[in-house]
């Protein structure tokens, strides 16, 4: 399941959500040099682990890192 963790719309009909939180969240995270992923999930509760850079990250760098759809 990590594999498609992030990508929009999976598991959305089963959850009754739009499937667009996460992916939302792994591309801000990415567009400012961070990371975002799942540490643990146990239980229904699960973790995540995000970091970002403490400097702000180049214009040119961050449109790279930024995946645009198809």
């Keep these: 399941m ?3 963790l992030f ?3 999976r598991g959305a ?5 739009t ?7 792994h591309e801000l995270v990415r567009a400012h040099g961070g990371a975002i992923e799942l540490v643990e999930s146990v239980g229904g509760r699960t973790r995540f682990l995000i970091t970002i850079p403490d400097q702000p990250v180049r214009p040119d760098e961050a449109r790279q890192t930024i995946r645009r759809p198809a």
Excluded: D, N, P, V
């Design 2 to 4: 990590s594999g498609h």
């Design 7 to 9: 990508a929009a719309f």
């Design 13 to 17: 009909a089963r959850s009754g959500c």
């Design 19 to 25: 499937g667009l939180g996460l992916a939302i969240a």
